[in-house]
């Protein structure tokens, strides 16, 4: 194992790009400057972070930081799950026996609930007694939910008594987000004396994706001058919009001009390295997340002759999120395939505490390259676990598994080193 990043395989074949072959050869300085990172800012207990892989270019487009999709993860990976929690929990609550973690409110979506209980079951293997606690008012009694994999999800009522929250007589010393608030902060969690991980702030009734970018396009830029390379190659180019209103269509001059910008600031790029691709813009909500208020523009005027179903799609999020800032972002490409049909796909991982753990790809049949692949239709495919070792691969071997992920690690932890920053401001 390289530092914490497990081996996997990738769909990407081909010889090592220059971009992955300059990561590895200084890997030694990578290593050695994030492990100054954490000392100065904490990682968050855990995170996903969805990377696209463009060749010339390798970068972050969401960063989630409650994460739900342990199930889509191999079943490898349980060992390096495991001690990633023990690790975030001598960090976060060393004494804590017991952990109680708050579900999504959306408990129909079965997928879900695998996700929840995999982690559920990955907190116990780690030596802590855990149970899982739903906010929604029609859950008053527990609920048992067979799940496709034949395992059994039981949602317990959360009930607050002073400043602590518990599930009848089991009281925890551990709360565990993993419902991304974008329903708004619940008046139930706040001002507990339990430790609650991730903080309220963390949900996107607080959070900003442009925040997290800035900080991003920061990290990004202070290890590209220690391994000096131009950060546009790990960083996506981003702005905000603000002030939008789709349906009332508020905003769109401003927006046209935004990403008429952005088009020409990502054609100069692609100028200056001889890149003979169209350039494109990922408009999508400010906050939010499951792929909800996105769309791809090829060109400014496509703002201003959005019909109504497209406006109604971009005007609100998640749990009726309405949407009225939105990030204005460059669109990366994905070239990575999968399977005979050569299924477009890109790569998500995921991390607990700063370790990577595991991930798989998003793969969608029916999207092409520029295209947003959180959408239905998508399926997950697990990465292969491999055989671990202490070293990559040397780069004679050129597609060797190791040395492919390796650079997913790097990214994915700059994304959660930015994430650390956001928290902490």
Known sequence: MISGVPHLTTALNGPILQLEEHLLTHQTEVEAWFREQWLLTPAPFYASVDLRNAGFKLAPVDTNLFPAGFNNLNPAFMPLCIHAVQAGIERACPRARRALIIAENHTRNLFYLESIETLRQVFEQAGLEARIGSLRDDITEPLDVELPSGKTCKLEPVIRDGDRVSLGDFSPCLVLLNNDLSGGRPEILEGLEQQLIPPLSAGWSDRKKSDHFTHYHDVAKELAQQIKIDPWLISPLSLQCGEVNFMERNGGECLAKNVENMLSSIQSKYDEYG???????????????????????????????????????????????????????????????????????????????????????????????????????????????????????????????????????????????????????
């Open 275 to 425: 890149i003979d691709k169209e350039p494109f813009v990922v408009v999508k909500a400010d906050s939010g997340t499951y792929g909800m208020g996105i769309m791809m523009v090829k060109h400014a005027d496509e703002i201003a002759s959005l019909n109504r179903k497209q406006r109604t799609k971009m005007s609100s999020a998640k749990e009726g999120l309405v949407v009225d800032n939105v990030l204005v972002q460059e669109g990366v490409y994905t070239f990575e395939t999968i399977g005979d049909d050569s299924a477009v796909a890109e790569p998500v991982v995921y991390m607990m505490d700063h370790f990577v753990v595991g991930g798989f790809y998003r793969v969608h049949t029916g999207r092409g390259v520029n295209e947003n692949l959180n959408a239905p239709g998508m399926h997950f495919e697990p990465l292969a676990f491999v055989q671990p070792c202490n070293t990559p691969d040397k780069l004679d071997v050129p597609d060797a598994e190791p040395n492919r992920f390796y650079a997913y690690g790097v990214i994915a932890r700059l994304a959660l080193l930015a994430a650390a920053r956001e928290l902490a401001d």
